[in-house]
């Protein structure tokens, strides 16, 4: 994708919708556990619809949370969803006991939650057998890590869908040599898994202690290609733009434009678009202006800061 840096001398533009890569009836199949009340970060929508039971607006992944530091650790393990009931133990032989056994529940959540839902491309799949997903998650939910939903980070946030994260990574077109802004590093498991498509990945989180454990997991696995940073998002990373790919991992009601100029020509900007009712959404650059392809109904948080002032 793009090379140099792209200067506009004309008003964005906005192509008709192209023909939807993926049927959003692929993605309507999904029930998102009791343990995980309200939004969760990136889901498929159940039924085309997102959930309108959310109680008060929440901040970044589901329900109201505090920005700053929480009690005790900082340690990503051994951080917990506050309001999560425990879970049972599972049978001893259900238990992962080692390296293994986590390397076999990945490639069965590859074959049974990715690529039987029509996600092929080899890049996606090699990425996401390679990222050790349950090093992003609190030690309590490893034996889950590799299950099909949202899994709790602490602070209110989750860890998205393995589904979820094949899906924009796919869209993304993102591979070697690309340079990728993620909106929303979370746990920071999705910028792994660009990273192992072979890009450099500038990523941004809005939660100061999600940024800093994030950034220790991907110290601790050896990724010298992801750059993390405390923020809000909604103005992108100009230092480091143009960008072949930009992901937003929470829905904005309105497109940000800063992230918009901030492709590169041939770029792709995906992320969900939308309040009660979110699409995933692709916009390419081109000399023209931008093409926007809608693609299937999905349930994400909103963005917060600045995006909250332009609705």
């Known amino acids: 994708m793009g090379g140099g840096r792209v200067s506009r001398s004309k008003p964005l533009e906005y192509h008709e919708p192209m023909q939807p890569l993926f049927s959003s009836k692929l993605f309507?199949?999904?029930?998102?556990?009791?343990?995980?009340?309200?939004?969760?970060?990136?889901?498929?929508?159940?039924?085309?619809?997102?959930?309108?039971?959310?109680?008060?607006?929440?901040?970044?992944?589901?329900?109201?949370?505090?920005?700053?530091?929480?009690?005790?650790?900082?340690?990503?393990?051994?951080?917990?969803?506050?309001?999560?009931?425990?879970?049972?133990?599972?049978?001893?032989?259900?238990?992962?006991?080692?390296p293994a056994d986590y390397e076999t529940l990945r490639r069965k959540m590859v074959e049974t939650q990715v690529v039987s839902r029509g996600i092929t491309n080899p890049k996606v799949l090699e990425a996401m057998l390679a990222v050790p997903r349950h090093k992003f998650v609190p030690y309590r939910h490893r034996r889950r890590a590799y299950d099909d939903h949202p899994l709790p980070i602490g602070e209110n946030q989750t860890i998205s869908q393995p589904l979820i994260v094949a899906w924009m990574s796919d869209l993304s077109g993102a591979g070697p040599g690309d340079t990728v802004l993620e909106i929303g590093t979370g746990s920071g498991y999705h910028a792994a898994v660009l990273a192992e498509m072979g890009a450099t990945v500038y990523t941004i989180e809005i939660v100061e202690s999600l940024a800093r454990s994030a950034r220790l997991v991907l110290?601790?696995?050896?990724?010298?290609?992801?750059?993390?940073?405390?923020?809000?998002?909604?103005?992108?990373?100009?230092?480091?733009?143009?960008?072949?790919?930009v992901v937003v991992t929470a829905a904005p009601s309105k497109v940000p434009e800063p992230l918009l100029e901030q492709l590169a020509t041939g770029g792709r900007l995906v992320l969900p678009v939308g309040e009660q009712n979110q699409y995933l959404e692709v916009y390419t650059r081109t000399e023209e202006g931008f093409e926007r392809e809608r693609h299937g109904a999905v349930r994400f948080v909103p963005m917060t800061g600045k995006a909250q002032e332009k609705r």
Do not use: M
């Open 219 to 245: 110290e601790a696995l050896g990724y010298e290609n992801i750059h993390v940073r405390h923020g809000d998002g909604y103005q992108g990373w100009p230092e480091h733009a143009p960008f072949d790919s």
């Open 28 to 98: 309507l199949i999904l029930i998102i556990p009791s343990l995980l009340s309200g939004c969760a970060r990136g889901t498929p929508a159940a039924d085309g619809k997102p959930d309108t039971d959310d109680a008060g607006g929440p901040e970044v992944a589901g329900e109201p949370a505090d920005a700053g530091e929480t009690s005790g650790t900082s340690d990503p393990e051994e951080r917990e969803e506050k309001t999560e009931a425990p879970a049972a133990e599972p049978a001893e032989d259900r238990k992962p006991k080692g």
